[in-house]
């Protein structure tokens, strides 16, 4: 039987994932965490078969933690579960260490394919949204784009500016202060020529960014 840890800041996240894993004898929950400090202190303990992550928490990110994992455990696979889009962060995710990237809507049946897939056979779980996303970029000609450029935290920092929150919203969104999202934003604007809010707003809409 495989082991897991499930990391996600919301209690009733976790425990519709139990549910749906609950329905299989494949695994079971060795572990939860709501944020990467607890997770950490976890795999002091003992390393699961799996981690189960989700990408937007408060501190450390998703993808900051599958960093932060790639380093300190480089055999230990991580599924993310994110509620954004494919086109939004899966392929983020995957440059970072993911073994997975499933959509939070898509919580049944897939989410036990892909922890088969991923313990059992020792393979990435690409759905065919990841795959097209990883064709479209290996196929592209043109450039990189250019939110391509911006850090994790600078991305979504564009992407909640773009939302219409302000400054202290996204500083409480991502847990941090007002000083560094003004940061975040001035370096948003030197990496993508972007000069205003409108701006920003009107690119990540053309480029469709925006759930």
């Keep these: 039987m495989k082991n897991k840890i499930i ?6 996240v976790r ?8 329905k ?5 929950i060795s572990g939860e965490a709501s944020d990467g400090n607890e997770l950490m202190a976890l795999l002091r303990d003992e390393l699961p078969d799996i981690v189960i992550l989700d990408i937007s928490m408060p501190g450390k990110s998703g993808l900051e933690l599958l960093k932060d994992l790639k380093s300190y455990f480089p055999q ?8 954004h889009s494919e086109k939004r962060m899966a392929l983020r995710a995957i440059k970072a260490g993911a073994w997975g990237y499933i959509n939070k809507s898509e919580i049944t049946e897939e989410l036990i394919n892909a ?9 990435r779980y690409i759905n065919p949204e990841v795959a097209q996303q990883l064709a479209t970029q290996i196929n592209d000609d043109n450039h990189e784009h250019l939110y391509e450029s911006l850090s994790d935290r600078e991305f979504q920092t564009m992407l ?29 604007k030197e990496k993508t020529g972007l000069k205003t809010n409108v701006e920003i707003t009107r690119y990540v809409m053309e480029n469709d960014l925006l759930e």
């Design 7 to 12: 990391v996600d800041d919301h209690p009733l």
């Design 115 to 123: 922890l088969r897939k991923i313990t059992l056979q020792k393979r």
């Design 76 to 83: 230990l696979p991580a599924l993310i579960l994110s509620i």
């Design 15 to 22: 425990e519709g994932i139990k549910k749906v894993i609950q």
């Design 24 to 28: 299989t004898m494949d695994f079971q």
């Design 160 to 188: 909640l500016i773009a939302s219409g929150k302000n400054v202290s919203r996204i500083a409480d969104k991502l847990s941090l202060s007002a000083p560094t999202i003004y940061t975040y934003r001035r370096r948003i």
